[in-house]
């Protein structure tokens, strides 16, 4: 498929013979507009798009190992790994999961110094449906097979509902492992709940330990980094500013992008955009003392999940852009920043016709994870 610029040069006809000083400022004035007419709208690149793989089922994540192999998760259970020649295979060694709901096998993490200790990180539902949270796994790559795994984090306590499990991870400088979390729907108070696990961003090694008591962020529990969040389920890091991005599901409108800086509350349930499912207020409070202000909003409802600072080689123009899947839209939205504002949205890819689970840059290329009993792998080119 191609996507072609709707910036193009026109033409005009006229029925009478002007001076020449005319068609020179006429020439210039359209000349002007398509300029402008680019500028506006740069998103509107021309890309190719190719499906690498599209019979995956509910697939959740994509990252790639240093061969070249993606690996994928599926959320009922499989760690796929695709090989750059076609091929593909089930990864063993992986722990069992719930696939009720919204659970299953979630992301999928490459240690940043994968070419020295093989070490893979999977976030996953564990438990039952009337008890549950997000875990995270840790185990190191032999061939296809994860060898010496353990579960290295569990949020706590459980939830009663699969529902709103974040699962997203991040690795920052200095190898520690951001894990976002949800409130389990049903549990929104535990959001503010300094004690709770649940709806918050928290921080571990790459061992799974806290970070210990001098770098505690809040009170005695050592591994919550942020609080106050709904369903966080895009995490990402621009490398050029340090900045960490995090996007999360609001409830009826009220999706929102954030900033994420340490101790820091976001104000779920407090303040929120959005109204409940019922049309009943959860809060009179769109924002309040104490509370961070999103970066941006979504009413309605887009239904994001997946994120990433685009820094490919591919498309110059939306480099520093937030890339953001829609799940309810079926399309990737462009947030363009300026000054640490969003002062521009695109709509991209739309002609999927597909809910849009991941987007990722690997290896400079830009590649989309789309959602449901048969997703897809596709690989955005210029």
């Not at 949270?133 to 459980?158: C, E, H, M, S, Y």
């Not at 929102?256 to 809060?283: C, F, M, Q």
């Amino acid at each position: 498929m191609t996507a072609l610029s709707t910036a193009r040069p026109f033409a005009t006809k006229t029925r009478h013979h002007a001076p020449t000083s005319y068609w020179i400022k006429a020439f210039l004035g359209v000349f002007a507009t398509a300029l402008l007419l680019c500028a506006g709208t740069v998103g509107a690149a021309d890309y190719r798009l190719r499906t690498l793989a599209d019979d995956l089922r509910w697939p959740w994540c994509v990252a790639q190992l240093p061969d070249g192999s993606f690996l994928i998760t599926e959320r009922e259970g499989r760690l796929l790994r695709l090989y750059p020649d076609g091929q593909r295979s089930i990864i063993d060694g992986t722990p069992p999961t719930l696939f009720a709901g919204q659970g299953g096998y979630f992301d999928v993490a490459v240690h940043p110094k994968f070419a020295d200790n093989q070490l893979l990180y999977l976030s996953y539902a564990e438990g039952t449906p009337q008890a549950n949270g997000t875990a995270v796994f840790r185990g190191r790559l032999q061939g296809d097979r994860l060898v010496n795994g353990q579960r290295i984090l569990r949020v706590k306590p459980d939830k009663s509902t699969p529902q709103h499990y974040g699962g997203r991870m991040l690795f920052v400088p200095g190898g520690d492992l951001l894990i976002t979390s949800g409130e389990g729907f049903e549990h929104r108070e535990d959001a503010q709940d300094k004690e709770s696990e649940l709806g918050k961003v928290l921080r571990i090694r790459d061992t799974g330990e806290p970070r210990g008591v001098d770098a505690r962020f809040f009170g005695e529990y050592l591994r919550v980094w942020t609080l106050g969040h709904r369903n966080p389920q895009g995490i990402a890091l621009d490398h050029s500013s340090g900045l960490v991005y995090l996007h999360e599901h609001g409830p009826k409108g009220g999706d929102e992008v954030n900033v994420l800086r340490k101790g820091s509350n976001y104000g779920w349930p407090g303040v929120t955009h959005g109204v409940d499912y019922s049309g009943a207020r959860i809060s009179p409070f769109k924002q309040a003392p104490g509370y961070v202000d999103p970066l941006w909003t979504w009413v309605p409802s887009i239904a994001p999940s997946g994120l990433v600072v685009y820094n490919g080689n591919g498309f110059p123009e939306w480099r520093g852009s937030l890339l953001v899947g829609a799940l309810v839209d079926r399309e990737v939205r462009r947030l363009t920043l300026r000054d640490d504002e969003v002062v521009g949205e695109e709509r991209l890819f739309g002609e999927l016709n597909a809910r849009i689970r991941d987007v990722r840059v690997l290896g400079g290329e830009l590649y989309l994870l789309t959602d449901g009993e048969q997703g897809s792998l596709v690989h955005v080119r210029p």
